[in-house]
């Protein structure tokens, strides 16, 4: 399978983001389908087929099928518990509940599926936004584009430490914060837009 694979380089110059990244593998991108996987990801052997037969059986408005994710050291200290209770709330009972509501999803950071010609018809990943995932997930509702949860899990390594935990948090509260500051300003509510820019910088 090695022989099947490239390195994409992306160019030295900001922002220096995953989605800008990400975007870069997306031009080069060959195949009818593509998917996110972190580094350390370790994802079920069958999830590629999972996903494909997934878009195989639904409709044409089908454009992510996001799979769960979940930690591989769940047992290595408190924090790492915290982590992956936290996964197994949002993966296993929250994302699978907004679907079956036909609410909008959320997407992960990782091991979510896309048919190529539409994510790029969507624009592909916002190169400034940190939570280029959950973005995402709002576009595709947005368009009426559907996503589904796949019966497939990905695992990967929950933060360990108490400072680097911090800043995974925080860099998911800060995406999640500019996201609701450029909703509220595109439609005029520039009051509260102001009053949480400065607590957002705060944070950050």
């Not at 087929?49 to 089908?62: D, I, M, Q, S």
Request: net charge positive; charged share 15%.
């Amino acid at each position: 399978m090695y022989h099947l694979c490239s390195t994409a380089l992306v160019i030295f110059c900001n922002p220096r983001t995953k989605p800008r990244a990400c975007n870069f593998g997306l031009i080069q991108s060959l195949g009818q389908y593509v998917v996110i996987f972190n580094a350390e990801d370790v994802p079920d052997p069958l999830q590629l087929k999972k996903a494909v037969l997934t878009f195989a059986n639904h409709g044409p408005n089908l454009a992510c099928v996001q799979a769960k994710l979940n930690f591989y050291n769940p047992d290595q200290n408190l924090l790492t518990r915290w982590f992956t209770a936290e996964y197994s709330l949002w993966f296993d009972l929250i994302l699978p509940r907004l679907q079956k509501a036909h609410f909008l999803l959320p997407l992960g950071g990782t091991s979510n599926h896309f048919p190529t010609q539409m994510i790029r018809a969507l624009g592909g990943w916002d190169a400034f936004n940190v939570t280029e995932d959950c973005d995402l997930g709002l576009r595709l509702a947005w368009f009426k584009m559907e996503a589904v949860v796949l019966d497939s899990t990905t695992y990967e390594e929950a933060k360990s430490r108490t400072k680097t935990g911090c800043v995974s948090v925080l860099v998911g509260l800060k995406g999640t914060c500019r996201r609701i500051l450029f909703i509220c300003a595109s439609h005029g509510i520039t009051r509260v837009s102001s009053v949480s820019a400065s607590s957002c910088q705060c944070n950050s």
